[in-house]
């Protein structure tokens, strides 16, 4: 079935970078657009950015717009998170997941990765 | 973008109904059909209950359903089964420019 696997957490200092991996399988990828979702310690689920099948659009979220960027690589079934100038108030779980639907990202989210811890501090 | 609003708890005796909002504005939930909702337990990644409004994905019980009304939409759980104790999330796509808005999410507790 659908997976998602995300690698690449850690602990940085703030304006370090870090470069999240989301590897699926059991489905199309190229088929499908994917999110990034995170959730700060004891804090509520934020949209952080998305990509389409085709990599021809990408959406962020203000609080990350010029500091993150996501691309894919339909050879490797993978999506990248590039984080620049990381701050403190990046500190999150940070799943990706895929839509129900391969011809929308606006759908909703139906298959989760189990997540990635990223750190900043000093 | 703000968050969409939700109750921060709701609660019910097990086989009662309970019912979560989430308001937002006509750029978001009120704008789109497409609300989805999220069960998450504590230490694991959030599960798809609702999406595209009232569309419950395959092995979602009936007891989860899913009704938008302007700004507001709201998840029912039927039947409170005490498995169903979780954080509750909400979320709509929002446009171009904010793309997406999830809400504040709400702890439904099984009394």
């Known amino acids: 079935q659908a997976q998602l696997v995300e690698s690449g957490g850690g602990v940085v200092q703030p304006g370090s970078s870090l470069r999240l991996s989301c590897a699926a399988s059991g489905f199309t990828f190229s088929a499908y657009g994917i999110y990034w979702v995170r959730q700060a310690p004891g804090k509520g689920l934020e949209w952080v950015t998305a990509i389409s099948y085709d990599a021809r659009n990408e959406y962020y979220a203000d609080s990350v717009k010029g500091r993150f960027t996501i691309s894919r690589d339909n050879f490797k079934n993978t999506v990248y998170l590039q984080m620049n100038s990381l701050r403190p108030e990046d500190t999150a779980v940070y799943f990706c997941?895929?839509?129900?639907?391969?011809?929308?990202?606006?759908?909703?989210?139906?298959?989760w990765g189990q997540g990635t811890t990223v750190t900043v501090s000093s | 973008q703000s968050a969409l609003t939700q109750p921060p708890s709701a609660s019910g005796s097990p086989g009662q109904s309970v019912t979560i909002s989430c308001t937002g504005t006509?750029?978001?939930?009120?704008?789109?059909?497409?609300v989805s909702w999220y069960q998450q337990h504590p230490g694991k990644a959030p599960k798809l209950m609702i999406y595209?409004?009232?569309k419950r994905p395959s092995g979602v019980p009936d007891r989860f359903s899913g009704s938008k009304s302007g700004n507001t939409a709201s998840l029912t759980v039927s039947g409170l089964q005490g498995e169903d104790e979780a954080d509750y999330y909400c979320?709509?796509?929002?446009?171009?420019?904010?793309?997406?808005?999830f809400g504040t999410g709400t702890k439904v507790t099984v009394l």
């Open positions: 006509s750029s978001d939930v009120g704008g789109y059909a497409y």
């Open positions: 997941a895929k839509p129900p639907d391969s011809s929308s990202l606006r759908s909703g989210m139906d298959v």
């Open positions: 595209e409004v009232s």
């Open positions: 979320a709509s796509y929002a446009g171009i420019k904010y793309f997406y808005v």
